[in-house]
């Protein structure tokens, strides 16, 4: 089975703090994704990576980074922390290829709150 | 405009029971993969079926089924026999094979089902 795993079930730091949230996948997909999800809002991507070093900005990724060195790790930083940066984050890993039905594999999510 | 429309902020339904979740997607590519989601309370998302454009028939995963429309761009979830554990927040996502990035998945606002005794 693919396993996801999200450092932390739940984050609390303070604004203006750097924040680094990790991800780790041992199933050596290429891909993997950073989504946050807000209520009424689903999940959003805010960055996605399809190899080492690579990285491409998803739909919301003012206010994040992320850094890509090894395979299996994809870390998400938020660089000053801000109170609307309170949410979910869920980090996902899937093959790459053009073959349409390769589901994305979650992690648990981690629950960040911004004080 | 919305790639990825659920119309049904919550939904209940009866144990036992067979309930649709509805999905409405919107896209120009021709070929795309739609997929149905469970997040319980505890927070992991959980795959469930998967149905691509030019698949001829629904896709069936146990009690899951795809009930697509494809001239009505619809790909509602029908879950049947209902059970205590089907509750849960449910999200429809797409891929767009041609368009963008291939592996990207569009989601949709999700759908609390809860079932009741």
């Known amino acids: 089975d693919v396993k996801v795993t999200q450092s932390s079930r739940y984050l609390v730091k303070r604004t203006g703090e750097k924040v680094f949230l990790e991800c780790v996948q041992d199933m050596d997909h290429e891909n993997m994704f950073w989504y946050r999800q807000d209520p009424g809002l689903g999940l959003r991507l805010i960055y996605f990576?399809?190899?080492?070093?690579?990285?491409e900005k998803g739909d919301i990724p003012e206010g994040y980074s992320v850094s890509r060195e090894k395979k299996e790790r994809f870390s998400l930083i938020l660089e000053s922390a801000s109170t609307n940066q309170t949410s979910m984050y869920l980090c996902?890993?899937?093959?790459?290829?053009?073959?349409?039905?390769?589901?994305?594999?979650f992690g648990d999510g981690t629950r960040l709150s911004i004080l | 405009a919305q790639k990825i429309t659920q119309t049904q902020p919550g939904m209940f339904v009866q144990e036992k029971e067979a309930v649709t979740l509805d999905c409405t997607y919107d896209?120009?590519?021709?070929?795309?993969?739609l997929f149905w989601y469970k997040q319980p309370s505890s927070g992991e998302m959980i795959f469930l079926i998967y149905?691509?454009?030019?698949?001829?028939q629904n896709a069936t995963e146990g009690r899951y089924s795809l009930n697509f429309q494809k001239a009505r761009k619809s790909a509602n979830l029908v879950i049947s026999a209902s059970q205590l554990g089907d509750s849960a927040m449910y999200f429809c996502a797409m891929r767009e094979i041609n368009t963008g990035t291939a592996s990207k998945l569009t989601f949709g606002t999700g759908t609390r089902l809860q079932v009741t005794l």
């Open positions: 996902a890993s899937s093959l790459r290829g053009q073959t349409s039905n390769q589901p994305q594999h």
């Open positions: 149905q691509g454009s030019y698949d001829q």
């Open positions: 896209t120009s590519d021709p070929s795309y993969g």
């Open positions: 990576s399809y190899d080492v070093k690579m990285k």
